[in-house]
């Protein structure tokens, strides 16, 4: 399996400028994830979907923050507009739901500096 | 879902067993233990998960006490591609998983 796929892997963008990110996850896996990581406040979860609902999107930091899943096979993260304290990697993950906990697969990440 | 507490770093010599220990005293009794770890800039990996049962697999082992208020992850012969972040986390499914600051391994030859 070619694992979770995500791109770009590298943005530079401007302030001011609309970032969107793309996630493929495993194939078969119902549970897709979008987490944040930055130095001062480490990994965190932004939003969740299950069979492409989303579950809980507490954790997307405001309204400039979207994400969707059209299919089971593709999610995006927007940001519009961005900011340069977004500058972070965002990992997309997925996993298949069942019995005796989930093991979340977590793609190479999107590194994103905005200026 | 629970907190964890576990040390920051760590170091381990090469060849060597690495025993890294998490205590979850407010773990619930539906809670897993998992241990995910991240090698510098790479996306967490699942290493292992477990009940109340102690669980081994082709990575690592880990031990729970009986009370499930503290587990040990062991790798059984470290070597210097294990040297990572190693998060401890409780979660009643695996899915919203909390990262902590985890523990910095560093396997030294």
């Known amino acids: 399996d070619a694992g979770v796929i995500q791109s770009p892997r590298h943005e530079v963008t401007e302030m001011g400028q609309e970032v969107t990110l793309r996630c493929k996850p495993i194939s078969g896996h119902d549970y897709l994830f979008w987490y944040r990581q930055t130095m001062m406040r480490g990994l965190e979860l932004l939003i969740y979907?299950?069979?492409?609902?989303?579950?809980?999107d507490s954790g997307m930091p405001e309204d400039r923050f979207s994400a969707k899943m059209p299919n089971a096979s593709f999610s995006t993260l927007k940001i519009q507009p961005s900011e340069p304290r977004d500058s972070a990697v965002y990992f997309c993950?997925?996993?298949?739901?069942?019995?005796?906990?989930?093991?979340?697969?977590f793609g190479e990440g999107s590194w994103l500096t905005v200026v | 879902d629970a907190k964890t507490t576990q040390p920051p770093s760590m170091d381990c010599a090469e060849g060597r067993a690495a025993n890294l220990p998490c205590n979850h005293s407010?773990?619930?009794?539906?809670?897993?233990v998992y241990w995910y770890r991240q090698i510098h800039s790479q996306g967490p990996q699942y290493i292992i998960h477990?009940?109340?049962n102690n669980e081994t697999n082709e990575m690592a082992s880990l031990i729970i006490t009986e009370d499930r208020k503290s587990s040990t992850l062991i790798l059984p012969h470290a070597t210097l591609r294990d040297t990572a972040v190693y998060y401890c986390?409780?979660?009643?499914?695996?899915?919203?998983?909390?990262f902590g600051a985890g523990t910095i391994l560093r396997v030294k030859s």
């Open positions: 477990g009940l109340k």
């Open positions: 407010t773990i619930s009794g539906n809670e897993y």
């Open positions: 986390i409780v979660s009643v499914y695996g899915n919203k998983l909390v």
């Open positions: 993950a997925s996993s298949l739901g069942r019995a005796g906990g989930n093991t979340i697969y």
């Open positions: 979907f299950n069979n492409n609902v989303p579950i809980d």
